[in-house]
Nanobody
Framework: QAQIVESGGGLVQPGGSLRLSCKIS????????LGWYRRTPGAQRELVAT???????QYAYFVKGRFTISRDNAKNTVYLQMNNLEPEDTAVYYC????????WGQGTQVTVSS
């Protein structure tokens, strides 16, 4: 099981931006697919975006055009650039391998509020 550490969350005003980072122990090159998830209190964790080692990316409809996922294999890190944030984006954000779930990290809190 890989160890996952998310960071980069914080408090931002609507319309603002944040960049989340997900550091994974070992080589992320061994992960064909990695994704960012989010969870709000009382709700299920939902998949936000995925990136494949081929470079292919996919996004949930509610973040398409605003969020960009990327990976840096040399740094064993996956990023989520979030622009034009909305209050509805407030959640704890996690990353993981959608195909082979690893132990979840602690996540990083994103709060969008004026």
């Amino acid at each position: 099981q890989a160890q996952i550490v998310e960071s980069g969350g914080g408090l931002v005003q609507p319309g603002g931006s944040l960049r989340l980072s997900c550091k994974i122990s070992g080589s992320i090159s061994s992960f064909n697919e990695l994704g960012w998830y989010r969870r709000t209190p009382g709700a299920q964790r939902e998949l936000v975006a995925t990136t494949e080692i081929s470079g292919s990316t996919q996004y949930a409809y509610f973040v398409k055009g605003r969020f960009t996922i990327s990976r840096d294999n040399a740094k064993n890190t996956v990023y989520l650039q979030m622009n034009n944030l909305e209050p509805e984006d407030t959640a704890v954000y996690y990353c993981n391998d959608p195909a082979r779930l690893q132990s979840w990290g602690q996540g990083t809190q994103v709060t969008v509020s004026s």
